[in-house]
T-cell receptor
Framework: DTGVSQDPRHKITKRGQNVTFRCDPI?????LYWYRQTLGQGPEFLTY????????KSRLLSDRFSAERPKGSFSTLEIQRTEQGDSAMYLC???????????FGPGTRLTVT | AQSVSQHNHHVILSEAASLELGCNYS??????LFWYVQYPGQHLQLLLK??????LVKGIKGFEAEFIKSKFSFNLRKPSVQWSDTAEYFC????????????FGTGTRLTIIP
C-alpha cells in the first residue's frame, strides 16, 4: 500500500503524559499536513511542512504541541502534558505543491483519561 | 479567514432517491473547492474537486458538484443513491497562497436505507 500511513492507530494515555504520533506520507509528496478532528466536527488544520520546513502553525497548536519532519520524509507530532481536551483523531495528509489535492491517512485516535 | 457551512447534519434517504448536499463558503477571493467522503471505518477520500473552468465537476461513483460563485456554493449531487453511499461527506475549501491548507465544514452524515 503506497498511501499515507500513521502510527499508532489508537493511543490511550493518562492526563499529564506525553505522546508522539508518526506519519509517513506518500513517498514523492513533499508537503505534509496535520489536522485534528473531534466528534461531530470536520478536520481542523494544525500545521504543515514543505520538505523539512514547518511553514505554518495554527493558533490551535498550543505550546504543548510540537511537530517535526527532520529529513523531509516522515513527520512526528508530539503532545506534552496531555489534557482531556486533547482527545481527538489526529489526521495526517500529504500532497504535491500546487496540486491542491491532499491524501489522508487513517488517523491516530487519542483518548486522554 | 475562510469558513465552510454544511447545513445538513444528517440526511436519510432510500435507495434510488436523488441527493443534494449543501455547502457554502465564506471567502472573498479565489478558492479551490473539494468534497471528501469518509466511509465507515475508512479514511477520508477525495470525491471531487474544483479549481477552475467548467463549474460543473464530476467525481467518482457518479457524484457531481456545481460551483455557483454568486452564491458562494458548491453543492454535491447524485441522481440515484445506493446503500454503499452511506458515509460522512465533508466540503472543504482552500485558498491558493502557496499553502493549500484545507478548511472543512462540519460534515453531513448520509444514511441510505435499502
Amino acid at each position: 500500500d503506497t498511501g499515507v500511513s500513521q502510527d499508532p492507530r489508537h493511543k490511550i494515555t493518562k492526563r499529564g503524559q506525553n505522546v508522539t504520533f508518526r506519519c509517513d506520507p506518500i513517498s514523492e509528496h513533499n508537503r505534509l499536513y496535520w489536522y485534528r478532528q473531534t466528534l461531530g466536527q470536520g478536520p481542523e488544520f494544525l500545521t504543515y511542512f514543505q520538505n523539512e520546513a514547518q511553514l505554518e502553525k495554527s493558533r490551535l497548536l498550543s505550546d504543548r504541541f510540537s511537530a517535526e519532519r527532520p529529513k523531509g520524509s516522515f513527520s512526528t507530532l508530539e503532545i506534552q502534558r496531555t489534557e482531556q481536551g486533547d482527545s481527538a483523531m489526529y489526521l495526517c495528509a500529504s500532497s504535491l505543491p500546487a496540486q491542491g489535492e491532499q491524501y489522508f491517512g487513517p488517523g491516530t485516535r487519542l483518548t486522554v483519561t | 479567514a475562510q469558513s465552510v457551512s454544511q447545513h445538513n447534519h444528517h440526511v436519510i434517504l432510500s435507495e434510488a432517491a436523488s441527493l443534494e448536499l449543501g455547502c457554502n463558503y465564506s471567502y472573498g477571493g479565489t478558492v479551490n473547492l473539494f468534497w471528501y467522503v469518509q466511509y465507515p471505518g475508512q479514511h477520508l477520500q477525495l470525491l471531487l474537486k474544483y479549481f477552475s473552468g467548467d463549474p460543473l465537476v464530476k467525481g467518482i461513483k457518479g457524484f457531481e458538484a456545481e460551483f455557483i460563485k454568486s452564491k458562494f456554493s458548491f453543492n454535491l449531487r447524485k441522481p440515484s443513491v445506493q446503500w454503499s453511499d452511506t458515509a460522512e461527506y465533508f466540503c472543504a475549501v482552500s485558498t491558493y497562497f502557496g499553502n493549500e491548507k484545507l478548511t472543512f465544514g462540519t460534515g453531513t452524515r448520509l444514511t441510505i436505507i435499502p
